[in-house]
């Protein structure tokens, strides 16, 4: 035992030991990155996706079905290209309103009104996105998959029941490669256009969610 003790205590004495120790640099820092597992050099990817809009006229509801292209520059920058189609309801205020209206008609009254409602069709635009974040995750242990964190904007035209209008968006969205050619997207983007009603123009401020899939080529 006090040979050991012996042996410990001298370790100090070892100068390959000492030189080492001194030699390390507490302050040094090294920075690893892992590449990206999805080349995006000069590639297209084709996508679709499924949204819902909150916001903007109280009486609607509106859904969408969408489709994109972008052409991926590199791994940090795309330019692209966006169709959406749009299906709208009344939402329960809506249709309590437009009740009262057909109630009132049917009992021949003559003082009844009916909201004025301009709904959208269909839109087109044109995109840039940045991709400033990435990293890697395990994918529920079925293997290490890569996802990107974008930031997204674009100008096009919205066609309204009134006719056609300038469109502006911005978001942000995220998107999971499952393999190398396959990605799965969410996305959260304001959109602002002017409407026409009876009264005049006025501004629709509208906030979309969707969930896609893209298809890298």
């Known amino acids: 035992a006090r040979s050991t003790v012996s042996r410990l205590d001298t370790l100090g004495g070892n100068e390959k030991l000492v030189d080492m120790a001194?030699?390390?640099?507490?302050?040094?820092?090294?920075?690893?990155?892992?590449?990206?597992?999805?080349?995006?050099?000069?590639?297209?990817?084709?996508?679709?996706?499924?949204?819902?809009v909150a916001g903007g006229d109280?009486?609607?509801?509106?859904?969408?079905?969408?489709?994109?292209?972008?052409?991926?520059?590199?791994?940090?920058i795309s330019i692209g290209a966006r169709y959406y189609d749009y299906g709208n309801q009344l939402t329960p205020e809506g249709q309590r309103v437009f009740q009262e209206a057909r109630d009132a008609y049917n009992a021949g009254g003559r003082s009844y009104s009916i909201p004025d409602i301009?709904?959208?069709?269909?839109?087109?635009?044109?995109?840039?996105?940045?991709?400033?974040?990435?990293?890697?995750?395990?994918?529920?242990?079925?293997?290490?998959?890569?996802?990107?964190?974008?930031?997204?904007?674009?100008?096009?035209?919205i066609q309204l029941s009134s006719g056609s209008t300038n469109l502006a968006m911005a978001g942000t969205g995220i998107a999971l490669w499952m393999t190398k050619h396959l990605s799965a997207r969410?996305?959260?983007?304001?959109?602002?256009?002017?409407?026409?009603?009876?009264?005049?123009?006025r501004d629709i401020n509208t906030v979309n969610m969707s969930v896609g899939l893209g298809i890298l080529l």
């Open 22 to 52: 001194t030699s390390m640099d507490p302050g040094n820092r090294s920075r690893i990155v892992q590449d990206r597992i999805v080349d995006r050099h000069n590639t297209f990817e084709f996508g679709g996706n499924y949204g819902m």
């Open 58 to 76: 109280s009486y609607l509801r509106t859904q969408n079905f969408g489709a994109s292209i972008d052409f991926h520059i590199n791994p940090r």
């Open 118 to 157: 301009d709904y959208p069709l269909h839109s087109m635009m044109g995109t840039v996105s940045w991709y400033p974040v990435y990293g890697k995750t395990n994918l529920l242990d079925w293997g290490i998959a890569q996802f990107d964190m974008y930031l997204i904007g674009g100008y096009g035209q």
């Open 186 to 201: 969410a996305e959260l983007r304001y959109q602002g256009y002017k409407d026409q009603i009876i009264t005049g123009p």
